[in-house]
């Protein structure tokens, strides 16, 4: 049922981690002219436009609230959310995103945007009517089923009447409006409720059906994670990507914890069909949230956390202001021998894991090209050592030469074993000649 | 902080169990005029509306919902919900339950209603005034906290301004209509949050202080159960009743687990203190929800009931429509040798329990009287027999006769051991002469 | 890690279902016999000896105690559970199951053996030397390691010298012996330590490589279920085979639930991996455990489970004793064009489930064969319909005709849309022409 | 059925927090005679035996093991333990803990041992004969019933022959010494075991009836924790003290946690009947575990220790060496005017808590006096500051002095308030005068 029409995962910028709520359409456009000149090459080419884009007031109570109760929000006679015409001034008269969409797809990128499962709480109180149907908001919409952090929504029930109406009226704008992505929240991880994490499957049912019939290629994203294993097959049949992790951010420790969830999901990276690690708080971030900061990644923490995000075959979600990107944060995003692991032609798998250390190996089925990836956990520097006649996959000639990709530099193996020293929370990358 | 002047556990008439959603003005009196003409004198004084007194639609949807979404209620313009006039003439003109709790004041009994905790939903949307302060029902309401099974009302956010003064709006309008108790639901678990189940403490703690403020003598009862033992020491502090199941109804199964149930609550039963086994469905019942019936328990199963209800200490609440009570039913709610067991001179503890029986004992501190109940547990009738020296309050000389209290009949020990076939989901009750 | 090569599920008898504790050489060899004359042409190839071969009172005090705690058992000096001789006179002077393989190999068949993960609790206490180091079992058993429901071991410890040594010591012995499949137990679920059910990792990594050391193909399948989803990763590792389900019996409660674990598996298959759904309680079964019975599954409940296991692609171990199989579960196990479905060229998946029902597909790679089967999972007959263009591999042409396969009849689709009548807890299994 | 003759809860020395397993005849009388010598007049009056003085080679492996598995220990030939004799000399010839408890009882104090529940695993898997019964160890023995952290017993079955004889036998034999106290471990909370952790609580009522019928007053104390609430009516019932914590040492976090495991008990200390925070570790501790330490506590965290313990009503218990007592925490064990709140005529209850502080009040119903302590949980001084009328026992007249009990000075409150400054993790006690 989902679009597997997909080489490689998705890679793009998302709004999120600097703007936080706030995003407008100048820092939109400007982040695609960006992309388009610089990153574009590399695979780069979703623009995604973060939560509460609907929202007039969002931002402005930051200190009490992330997302204002009872709030102010534009909305049209159907009960749907239309972009903020103050922040979004193409998407006025009605318009939508559509400006917008075309503007980014006029610089050779896609265009995505994020939404909260459900119909927004105010339509089904003021019972306005679904489009396409005769029943209204207070019919279709669950006053037991809300999103523990965000007041905007209730969920929609499932199998009633103007339920998939609903969707299928919200999806055919947005595909009226040009979008190729959809990152649906609270959605895949309903965490509000503990005992039935994945209550709202219907809705990404009635999403994937509302996609499909529209007829164009739109990227189902699901969040919050962590993803539920157990769904692992559902998310894999209706969705694209869906979030193996809460949100991710510049610390150590969800870095740490991320190779527990590679290890947990490696088997489940496929076409079309990507576990997602979250997006990459690199460069500047933070500014909606508070006065913003650089990340605070180390380097090496960069390069471990790239290494690991296209190893596993993660999507690539950048969520560095990208006007303000420095040198380093931009060498990242080119790096090009590395980047191309994403692709659906390489298999990632964990070779071994403890508190201490991580191996990674990554095969390509077409060319036969073989990489491994020794990760230090530690906060001090470690000698990790790895008989790669251990890999499946990565047997070696005796004494065979190896490159290291983040320095570009060969080591060679004392018989099959390599040992080498890296540096704390760091990576050596290999490739086999 | 808890109103503790009370000599036994609540007795009264509850609507729900006959009525739903549905009870009106008449009903209410005419169940109050039997209890005072026929139950008083045995201890019976308290007469409740249960849920949803200040809805319009209530009941007209019943199929399909046994509360309405975002359906139409009373409320004044504080937020503040009255009874619908429809139903309680009475309370037009903004007298809400004042002339209603008058007349039941006036034959000798007192008054109570049932309130879901939280402001309305609706009154939070509108942005409406609280009463006594600046702030209004959106900076109170928290949009997080809902009940799982109703969708009237919003939680009220723990240390905001306007919160306390919210409940003292409400309790205070409550004492001026002469209520004289409060069951407050989705309060006691808040079933809906796993991992918080007591997620209103607070909420507790404010209903406990604006009862405090009004000066006036109300009983507080929480529903629903299970409530939870880890916070025993919470209700005692705070409360006056506390649910320790869900919804109790005429099945043996719930009758059997109420056997755990006591067992797990017995040592915290004391003077205004009371553990609550909900109310009894005895009698013509359940006309609200379909068309109505007589109970599905046997009368076995009642006398079991009853003795373990009284012999526990829980609050007694008649489910039964009263005006329509047969004569069996009246005359167990006539049972004055067996209902004075509810007061607190009696301690009641489980003697022995197992999946085919149970023993409780009953021991009054200041008579001396000893009291003890042979229950059979199985579908099959079965000698049960008990060494009463096994007792620690119930040592009795050898071969000393005793009463059995249903069939009004001695019996006497052989030795200390006294061995007596009981019926099928059954009850022999004695009392040491 | 792991033996991959493997065309598809294994396929063979076990004499669990039937002996329970007690089979014997003489049973094992009727068998294998029956299984060469009859059964070896349609892929059923192995013969499982399963637990507690090495105890000389099993059975004995069968209604006390399935496993006998502190019973007599064979074992070598080194702490090597050995085949009691009484039972398998061919073990005699230390041959252990030696003779009986090769009577098996002889036949056409391979030969399998289950064992308790560990080691003897009486070689720890007796301090017993492990063979080929200087270690002694007390020092590598673990006494807070052992299993819920058989007394015979202790768990292995982790990472102390002598614990790779034991298993490879019994693990050799194995392989000298001839053996093909071991099926290990309490070790896929450790199901007695519920924070930490898969508390055993490290003895299944010991038993790969004790394994891979032999050099010898021996299939690895663990037991028992329900297997641990998040697991997933690491029996798809080490092991061949690993339960989904706690122990399978002839209750349709039981084959119900398959549905849910089939769904939460579907996308586990791969070549030299398989989920497995247990024993196929088919025939003649029980006697080890009371009298034995007929297997109380109606032949629609056997229909559906074989179609189901089939197109799953579970392992297929018949829990009947062949020699007294009837013409109609024989029919079932040569079932040629429904067996072949296990194969690994297909790709079986899950269309839809609900309560009441459930459509399952099978899509050959190779040829381009489409299967698929509609269950019925009430009680009474019902319809069931699909539009089969929803089935992404499936799409057919209008009003193709297919063939039922178990009553092997034509059917024709209206459109794309096929109803069709199943009979209660049934199947209805099509293949496109 | 237990003990209830106490009039405040037991007092006394416990050898584990110095010894750990190594204890001996020398130790133990040198501090009993301290402890009669300058401590039993301020109430102390238990000399406790802790674990393993069975085993001949406790400590021995102390850096692999605490409790070495499959070791060696004294036992008789009914597969009862026995003291070590040559650790402790008195017991040779049979005669037990019989002169060491004579020693103890010579100088006015009572005696304790601690046991592990269940019966020796040796003694099942070598089938000794259980005394005064026809049954053997093996048949007793629970092979599925171990503890998950010492390896020396197996837990005894439920309504089997031979189980409460065994009881008998052990306790018989432990009166027959002169034991005035049991520490039974591996019983409050079989934490092993996580949906079952109260699985041993058929071998609490074996011991429970096993010591009423020696005749002897033998204090039952329960152990590890934490204890189950929702068992409290079990332990009320069956012991006279319970664990309701894990082991707790010298670390803040733990004496912060207390505050959260005393509120949940405060409702459940009674005459005979007490909860318990377990030792003391002040002073000179864990020589057994390695070189032994000072207490890391400051001396603001032992004045809140012994005042939270005291005004719960937690059992004391001192983990000191006391013969290396210094002056200082010899002046704790002296405060008899905060010690005597332990006494059953004081009602102890928590008047509020929340992450930075908390408040207790105690009231002594004989003679009105009245307590209340302000506890600072922060790591910096605050000022806390209450209105003693809102504690219900509490209630005292405008600007009444009080006396603080740790620096013995004079506060006088603000009309009802009291404001005080309080050390970082310290406590202020005041006495209403």
Chains 1, 2, 3, 4 share one sequence.
Not at 146 to 158: H, S
Not at 205 to 218: C, H, N, V
Not at 238 to 257: G, P, S
Request: charged share 25%; hydrophobic share 35%; net charge negative.
């Amino acid at each position: 049922m989902r679009n597997s029409k997909m080489n490689h995962a998705p890679m793009g910028w998302n709004s999120y981690d600097y703007y936080d709520t706030t995003v407008n359409e100048a820092n939109v456009k400007a982040n695609a002219d960006f992309m388009a000149e610089n990153l574009k090459q590399f695979g780069w080419e979703y623009i995604i436009v973060d939560i509460e884009w609907y929202s007039k007031d969002a931002g402005t109570m930051r200190k009490n609230y992330q997302y204002i109760p009872f709030g102010d929000i534009e909305m049209d006679e159907y009960g749907r959310l239309q972009p903020d015409p103050a922040r979004f001034p193409s998407s006025s008269g009605g318009k939508g995103f559509g400006p917008l969409a075309e503007y980014v797809h006029s610089l050779g990128l896609k265009f995505g945007i994020h939404i909260m499962r459900g119909i927004p709480r105010e339509a089904a109180h003021r019972h306005l009517p679904v489009k396409g149907c005769g029943e209204s908001a207070n019919e279709i919409a669950d006053p037991s089923s809300i999103c523990g952090w965000n007041p905007d929504m209730y969920g929609v029930r499932k199998s009633v009447c103007g339920a998939q109406e609903y969707y299928d009226s919200i999806i055919g704008m947005y595909a009226d409006w040009g979008v190729d992505f959809i990152k649906c929240d609270d959605i895949c991880n309903t965490n509000l409720y503990r005992e039935n994490q994945y209550s709202a499957a219907h809705e990404v049912e009635m999403l994937a059906k509302a996609i499909e019939k529209t007829g164009r290629d739109i990227v189902l994203s699901l969040s919050p994670g962590p993803a539920l294993i157990e769904k692992a097959w559902h998310y894999e049949k209706y969705a694209n990507m869906w979030r193996v992790t809460d949100d991710f951010w510049d610390e150590w420790d969800l870095l740490k914890a991320m190779f527990y969830r590679c290890e947990l999901w490696q088997n489940h990276v496929a076409e079309g069909s990507y576990p997602d690690c979250d997006m990459l708080p690199l460069g500047r971030i933070g500014k909606g949230f508070d006065e913003g900061r650089y990340t605070r990644f180390t380097k090496e923490e960069q390069k471990t956390m790239v290494t690991l995000w296209c190893m596993f075959g993660s999507p690539l979600m950048v969520g560095a202001e990208l006007t303000q990107l420095d040198e380093w944060t931009r060498s990242l995003l080119m790096k090009e021998d590395i980047l191309k692991m994403v692709s659906n032609d390489y298999t990632g798998r964990q070779v071994e894991r403890d508190e201490k250390h991580a191996v990674w190996s990554s095969f390509n089925k077409q060319t036969g090209e073989r990489h491994a990836a020794y990760f230090n956990l530690q906060d001090e520097e470690q000698t990790i050592c790895l008989d790669w006649n251990q890999i499946k996959q990565f047997p070696i000639e005796d004494n065979q030469p190896v490159t290291e990709l983040w320095e570009n530099k060969d080591y060679e193996a004392d018989g099959s074993v390599l040992s080498v020293k890296v540096a704390p929370h760091g990576v050596k990358l290999f490739v086999c000649k």
